[in-house]
């Protein structure tokens, strides 16, 4: 009855249909990967609450052990994230030894932050969605982190697993990438060396499914690779050099034409891979530095973000080959008001992006790059670092300051709801069904109509 997930796209229609085969085709159980069944940031058969408080709607809602920014997925009665648990234990320095292009304690902190001296435990974990109860809580790994991460926003468990309902593929950058089956019996692990990241800003570039593969993007300051695992036993199918430094964006397998490709969004290119050889099919300049955001796809095209000094939103289309750049595959660009860190929302034929970090919105015609509306603020969000994801005709804007706005799904901007929680919020949410999830910093809400 568990499928793989299938990410078909059917070019000839001028759609790129992403579909899922899972449980039938009741679509309501999974949220398999941090992006949703489809990768687009959309539940198509989700209905969750319009309003909610603290005191309405509340399903249940859980304290959370250790820290970090992964993101819940879901498959039928479990929710799997993951996080960093600082112990008392004091960390031998010689651990600490940074990847052999820079010291990690001479490169400046910025907003990065020191090494720490406690060792951690890096911890996959599984609730149960009815209740928020723990089902099983495994460790990965527990070392000293050999370097820091930003301040303010990330930690150490950054990354989000993705599941097939059978297995759940768990990355810890530094600390591995880690297999365990859905009632946590482990499978295989897999070390790739400590990564040095720019300016200690931390690590997170989640792990995709491609078929029987396993993809791991690896791109830092020293040398960057890509990585396709046999997704049973973890051996490598193939590695590429990747001639990029740090970037945090989620690969996106595509089936084009019958052919299975993974693209990959970073500073120097967005780049299109052959999912059985690792051969590079494409790819394309225009991006800026720093890429987060990951790409969605639809409309025979795949829409690649980015935010950091400059703003890039291109629609690219699928099928080609060869650099791109420069050339028509670009159906279609904006230069202004696109994310540093939340990825896009793809939903229906529209489009919407948050401007940087700002709670500013601007929404687009996928297929055309035609202005719905550009630039129009979302009042008392303050910083958005989660990506919004839709549903039942709304898009759900997440505030880091807990409150969330919901929009209809429309050419022009109306606000539906407010809702305010008591948490910090910097996770992406989660839709199965007629329940949000909103993990914060202190706990994970469960949120339905009651």
């Given at each position: 009855?568990?499928?793989?997930v299938?990410?078909?796209?059917?070019?000839?229609?001028?759609?790129?249909?992403?579909?899922?085969?899972?449980?039938?085709?009741?679509g309501?159980?999974?949220?398999?990967?941090?992006?949703?069944?489809?990768?687009?940031?959309?539940?198509?058969?989700?209905?969750?609450?319009?309003?909610?408080?603290e005191?309405?709607?509340?399903?249940?809602?859980?304290?959370?052990?250790?820290?970090?920014?992964?993101?819940?997925?879901i498959?039928?009665?479990?929710?799997?994230?993951?996080?960093?648990?600082?112990?008392?234990?004091?960390?031998?320095?010689?651990?600490?030894?940074?990847?052999?292009?820079?010291n990690?304690?001479?490169?400046?902190p910025?907003?990065?932050?020191?090494?720490?001296?406690?060792i951690?435990?890096?911890?996959?974990?599984?609730?149960?969605?009815?209740?928020?109860?723990?089902?099983w809580?495994?460790?990965?790994?527990?070392?000293?982190?050999?370097?820091?991460?930003h301040?303010n926003?990330?930690g150490?468990?950054s990354?989000?697993p993705?599941?097939d309902?059978?297995?759940?593929?768990?990355?810890?950058?530094?600390?591995?990438?880690?297999?365990?089956d859905?009632?946590?019996n482990?499978?295989w692990?897999?070390?790739f060396g400590?990564?040095?990241?720019?300016?200690?800003f931390?690590?997170?570039s989640?792990?995709?499914l491609?078929?029987?593969?396993v993809i791991?993007?690896i791109?830092?300051e020293?040398?960057?690779?890509?990585?396709?695992?046999?997704?049973?036993?973890?051996?490598?199918?193939?590695?590429?050099?990747?001639?990029?430094?740090?970037?945090?964006a989620t690969?996106?397998?595509?089936d084009?034409?019958?052919?299975?490709?993974?693209?990959?969004?970073?500073t120097?290119?967005?780049?299109?891979?052959?999912?059985?050889?690792?051969?590079?099919i494409?790819q394309?300049s225009?991006?800026?530095?720093?890429?987060?955001?990951?790409?969605?796809?639809?409309f025979?095209k795949?829409?690649?973000?980015s935010?950091?000094?400059?703003?890039a939103?291109?629609?690219?289309?699928?099928?080609?080959?060869?650099?791109l750049?420069g050339?028509?595959?670009?159906?279609?660009?904006?230069?202004?008001?696109?994310?540093?860190v939340?990825?896009?929302?793809?939903?229906?034929?529209?489009?919407?992006?948050?401007?940087?970090?700002r709670?500013?919105i601007?929404?687009?015609q996928?297929?055309?790059?035609?202005?719905?509306?550009?630039?129009?603020r979302?009042?008392?969000m303050?910083?958005?670092?989660?990506s919004?994801v839709?549903?039942?005709?709304?898009?759900?804007?997440?505030?880091?300051?807990?409150?969330?706005q919901?929009i209809?799904?429309?050419?022009?901007?109306?606000?539906?709801?407010?809702?305010?929680?008591?948490d910090?919020?910097?996770c992406?949410?989660?839709?199965?069904?007629?329940?949000?999830?909103?993990?914060g910093?202190?706990?994970?809400?469960?949120?339905?109509?009651?």
């Amino acid at each position: 009855m568990n499928r793989l997930v299938t990410l078909i796209i059917s070019v000839g229609l001028l759609t790129a249909l992403v579909s899922v085969d899972v449980y039938g085709d009741s679509g309501s159980d999974y949220w398999p990967t941090w992006r949703g069944p489809h990768a687009t940031g959309v539940a198509p058969k989700g209905n969750p609450p319009l309003t909610w408080s603290e005191t309405k709607n509340i399903k249940w809602k859980v304290k959370l052990s250790g820290q970090g920014t992964s993101s819940p997925v879901i498959w039928g009665d479990k929710i799997f994230f993951l996080t960093a648990i600082e112990t008392d234990k004091k960390g031998s320095p010689n651990a600490q030894a940074a990847s052999k292009s820079q010291n990690a304690e001479e490169r400046p902190p910025f907003h990065g932050g020191r090494a720490p001296k406690n060792i951690y435990k890096f911890d996959l974990v599984c609730l149960d969605r009815k209740t928020g109860k723990l089902r099983w809580q495994k460790t990965a790994r527990e070392e000293l982190p050999h370097e820091g991460h930003h301040s303010n926003y990330g930690g150490f468990a950054s990354y989000s697993p993705v599941t097939d309902g059978k297995y759940v593929w768990a990355s810890f950058g530094s600390r591995g990438v880690h297999c365990y089956d859905i009632d946590g019996n482990h499978k295989w692990s897999r070390d790739f060396g400590k990564m040095t990241i720019k300016m200690m800003f931390g690590e997170g570039s989640s792990p995709a499914l491609a078929g029987d593969a396993v993809i791991v993007v690896i791109d830092h300051e020293d040398d960057s690779f890509i990585y396709a695992l046999n997704k049973g036993t973890g051996e490598t199918i193939w590695e590429k050099g990747r001639d990029e430094k740090s970037s945090w964006a989620t690969p996106l397998p595509v089936d084009v034409n019958g052919k299975m490709e993974v693209v990959t969004s970073a500073t120097n290119f967005v780049r299109s891979y052959d999912v059985k050889t690792g051969d590079l099919i494409w790819q394309c300049s225009g991006q800026t530095g720093n890429v987060i955001p990951s790409p969605v796809v639809g409309f025979g095209k795949v829409f690649c973000t980015s935010g950091f000094r400059g703003s890039a939103l291109q629609a690219i289309e699928l099928g080609r080959t060869g650099d791109l750049s420069g050339s028509d595959a670009i159906t279609w660009q904006v230069n202004e008001a696109t994310p540093y860190v939340p990825s896009p929302l793809l939903y229906g034929d529209k489009i919407y992006v948050c401007s940087v970090n700002r709670a500013i919105i601007s929404c687009y015609q996928a297929q055309t790059g035609k202005v719905n509306f550009v630039k129009h603020r979302l009042e008392g969000m303050g910083e958005i670092f989660a990506s919004p994801v839709g549903a039942a005709e709304r898009v759900y804007f997440v505030g880091q300051n807990g409150r969330t706005q919901v929009i209809k799904l429309s050419e022009k901007l109306q606000v539906l709801a407010t809702n305010t929680l008591v948490d910090k919020f910097d996770c992406s949410p989660a839709i199965v069904g007629d329940e949000l999830f909103l993990k914060g910093k202190e706990h994970l809400y469960c949120i339905t109509d009651l």
